[in-house]
């Protein structure tokens, strides 16, 4: 019955490497979301997507890509990870009407 | 600009006892209107949604928020709060317009044996 999901729960990665976070949903829906979550800042939104190839840039996007081949498929790529994004990653994705669904999240350490 | 706010970022209640989580939006226009919830090391969950009729809107696991348009709220209620219920919830405004959600920052809720 899931329908958003994130590739990894846990992920560890070292400084300067480059990181894929993957997110697939299987509902049709063309608006897809990726968010950080942090203790005391809610939730940020870094990209979205309303369809193939396209995106949009959220609330802090730096040091973040994003790549939207198919439309069920929403990568959130850190190019050079850092410390100051260990963090939890969720997607997201809506049809517009009755809200976001979510994956379960990624919470991602940057040692 | 067009926002939502939880005015409490903790709420404590005893197992049996009604538990109410505060949201105020600031929205222009038909607003549509959201609570989530997430427990631990979760992603968020969808509970219910106001978009348009009956003001008193039922949700899952016995939740139900109230949309109150002259007092700009849509508070999240239960009659009769469960160790379970507690977790994060967040309320949240969708922009229709450009398609994405606006989330308050969030309210922690404790329930008390």
């Known amino acids: 019955d899931v329908k958003v999901t994130q590739s990894s729960r846990y992920l560890v990665k070292r400084t300067g490497e480059k990181v894929f976070l993957e997110c697939v949903q299987d509902?049709?829906?063309?608006?897809m979301f990726w968010y950080r979550q942090d203790p005391g800042l809610g939730l940020r939104l870094i990209y979205f997507s309303y369809d193939v190839k396209m995106k949009e840039k959220g609330d802090i996007p730096e040091g973040y890509s994003v790549s939207r081949e198919k439309k069920e498929r929403f990568s959130l790529i850190l190019e050079s990870a850092s410390t100051n994004q260990t963090s939890m990653y969720l997607c997201a994705s809506t049809d517009r009407k009755y809200g976001y669904t979510f994956g379960s999240g990624t919470r991602l350490t940057v040692v | 600009a067009q926002s939502v706010a939880q005015p409490e970022d903790q709420v404590n209640v005893a197992e049996g006892n009604p538990l109410t989580v505060k949201c105020t939006y600031s929205v222009s226009g038909n607003p549509y209107l959201f609570w989530y919830v997430q427990y631990p090391n979760r992603g968020l969950q969808f509970l219910l949604k106001?978009?348009?009729?009956?003001?008193l809107v039922k949700g899952s696991y016995g939740f139900e928020a109230e949309f109150n348009k002259s007092q700009t709220s849509f508070h999240l209620k239960k009659p009769s709060a469960l160790v379970s219920d507690s977790a994060l919830y967040f309320c949240a405004y969708y922009n229709t317009n450009a398609g994405k959600s606006t989330f308050g920052d969030g309210t922690t809720l404790t329930v008390k044996p």
């Open positions: 509902m049709d829906h063309e608006n």
């Open positions: 106001y978009i348009t009729g009956d003001n």
